[in-house]
């Protein structure tokens, strides 16, 4: 179904995110603003001020303030949202790992921008990169319409994995750029994200004492952190269904397409038989489908995109179904692992069980990636030469 | 797929004034999409900012490199030859001054490679006579109503209401009233 423009309002990124927070209804907002993100919390504070919304708005003293406020409003049982980019993600650091080693569900935003030095405010992905392994799920969106559904997604996942969730959206490409979204109802939005939450005897509770986060001797450590990793690969179906049900309940879906090769975790785009492709995350992805619907016009040998929308937990099988015949791969990083592999190739290579790729860097710190770079990251990519190539 | 850049200082509403055409293309059902591009983040440094029309969504989020129109919100722009980048034989101008055409022609040499068409406006001196400068965006937008085809004046009219909705009657009134004479008073 094509959802027509006349259902569709204009909105930036940030302010589409502060929609689906308005929706999703928490009790706390805790955050410190930030550039590019601080749009979003402003809209939120604003609408707070107002009276417009229930929750407390929390004007924190610093990110890592602000991650341990939500992370303490988790502990209680309350649903709680915070958001932040770069340096500000780098301060929450500590208390991120300590939220997926305990459990403890909240959606945070990440407007993605680069990390100093130098100091650079643009969009790359190196602030998500730092946080890859600390227990957190990762969602990574195209669009502000996809950075919206991602959020309310992200709400219910959270409640019903017991797990933080964290929503990407590329800085300034996204939350600074309007397009047309498709906002839903409020009673839609209520009638998806009502669930049980996971019962978690975790939540602390005058009436029932008990400690959270407490020590773990060495040999009760490591099944912890054991059960953590099962727990998030055992997380895919879960977030597979959610995304169909969110589609299903909630009328964006004609805006996003989903199907087989449109799933909760990746989007597959081109033809099915085309022997190479490109591998990416986030916003860029629309470059490209545009570039590759020129490129697939003028060749016998069309080139697909795969489009990762969840990056932890990574959906290894799905990747190596649809990857494992493809002669030619690359892997376009915006982000470094400086001195090693970059990240998004490194994940995807051990996900191939030695499937040779290419690896590509670009866009660091904003650098434009045009249609014209893609005709290069395709050549690159049918050379075979492992790189890291910068575009 | 139309595609407009905008070439101002910060502080001027460069952003605005993209976004406001966002709104007026989708008001007449076009998917729009508009981008700005800041430099440092100071007044009086330069901005772009950028606007898309098309058929179907807008995917692509390069930055406008083979633009249709050029929109120079500032006449002191017009000498610099970076504003230029990436034009075709089919790119249009359309600057903010109180000079024709033809004088700005001699005046900044290069726009002799805009062979399509080279508008001016004097933006600024209508929004001072309507009692603000700030409008001088909402002139603008009215000019761009009537010179891109994308949308009409009704469209940048309702995308005023949407972009000021909660403001005072007044101001609106005033700002469609801008819109109107951007319309009317555009030099070629």
Redesign the interface.
């Known amino acids: 179904m094509k959802t027509s423009?006349?259902k569709?309002?204009?909105l930036d990124g940030s302010r589409a995110v502060a929609e689906a927070v308005r929706l999703a209804e928490p009790s706390l907002v805790a955050a410190y603003p930030i550039?590019p993100q601080t749009h979003i919390v402003e809209t939120l504070s604003r609408w707070q001020a107002a009276g417009q919304t229930n929750y407390e708005y929390v004007r924190a003293d610093s990110e890592s303030a602000a991650a341990a406020m939500v992370l303490g409003a988790a502990a209680m049982g309350e649903v709680a949202y915070t958001a932040t980019s770069s340096q500000g993600l780098l301060h929450m650091v500590e208390t991120l790992y300590n939220a997926g080693g305990l459990e403890l569900p909240f959606v945070m935003t990440l407007a993605n921008r680069s990390v100093s030095a130098p100091i650079n405010?643009w969009n790359d992905l190196s602030d998500a990169m730092a946080i890859r392994d600390t227990g957190l799920i990762m969602l990574f969106a195209e669009?502000n319409q996809e950075a919206l559904d991602q959020h309310i997604i992200a709400f219910r996942l959270a409640k019903e994995l017991s797990q933080p969730v964290v929503v990407n959206l590329?800085g300034?490409?996204l939350t600074?750029?309007?397009?047309?979204v498709c906002v839903p109802s409020a009673k839609l939005v209520k009638d998806f994200l009502q669930v049980n939450r996971t019962k978690h005897n975790q939540h602390l509770d005058t009436a029932h004492p008990n400690t959270i986060g407490h020590l773990f001797m060495p040999e009760d450590f490591q099944s912890r952190r054991q059960n953590l990793q099962r727990k998030l690969v055992g997380a895919l179906p879960i977030i597979e269904h959610i995304y169909q049900d969110y589609y299903k309940k909630i009328d964006t879906a004609g805006?996003t397409n989903y199907t087989t090769t449109n799933t909760g975790h990746l989007e597959y785009y081109g033809p099915q038989h085309a022997n190479t492709v490109l591998i990416t995350l986030g916003?860029?992805a629309?470059?490209i489908?545009?570039?590759l619907d020129d490129f697939n016009k003028k060749t016998k040998k069309p080139v697909a995109l795969l489009r990762l929308k969840t990056l932890r937990p990574l959906p290894i099988s799905n990747l190596q179904t649809i990857l494992k015949h493809k002669k030619y791969l690359a892997v376009l990083d915006r982000a470094l692992s400086v001195g090693a592999c970059p990240p998004l190739a490194a994940d995807i290579a051990a996900a191939l069980n030695g499937q040779s790729l290419v690896s590509l860097v670009g866009g660091l710190g904003g650098k434009?990636?045009?249609?014209s770079d893609i005709s290069t990251m395709i050549k690159l990519a049918r050379a075979g030469k492992y790189g890291p190539h910068f575009i | 797929m139309l595609e407009l850049r905008f070439h101002g200082f910060g502080g001027q509403g460069v952003v605005t004034v993209a976004?406001l055409t966002?709104?007026a293309g989708?008001n007449a059902?076009?998917?729009?999409?508009?981008?700005?591009?800041?430099g440092p983040?100071r007044s009086g440094t330069p901005v772009e900012a950028y606007a898309r029309f098309s058929d179907s969504?807008?995917?692509?989020?390069?930055?406008i490199?083979n633009p249709d129109w050029l929109i120079i919100l500032s006449e002191k722009l017009l000498a610099n030859p970076d504003i230029l980048r990436g034009i075709k034989k089919t790119t249009k101008l359309l600057a903010v001054s109180s000079n024709e055409p033809a004088i700005l022609i001699k005046k900044y040499p290069q726009l002799k490679k805009i062979t399509a068409g080279l508008f001016s406006l004097d933006a600024d001196i209508w929004a001072k006579h309507l009692g603000n400068t700030l409008m001088s965006n909402t002139v603008i937008l009215g000019a761009l109503s009537k010179l891109t085809g994308v949308f009409g004046q009704a469209n940048a009219v309702t995308a005023i209401e949407?972009k000021l909705a909660g403001k005072n009657k007044t101001i609106i009134d005033l700002n469609k009233q801008a819109v109107h004479l951007g319309y009317e008073n555009i030099h070629r």
């Open positions: 423009i006349a569709t309002i204009m550039t405010i669009s590329d300034f490409l600074h750029t309007s397009e047309a805006l916003s860029i629309g470059t489908k545009d570039a434009d990636i045009e249609r | 976004e966002g709104l989708h059902g076009i998917w729009s999409q508009t981008m700005p591009y800041f983040e969504r807008c995917r692509s989020r390069e930055r490199i949407n």
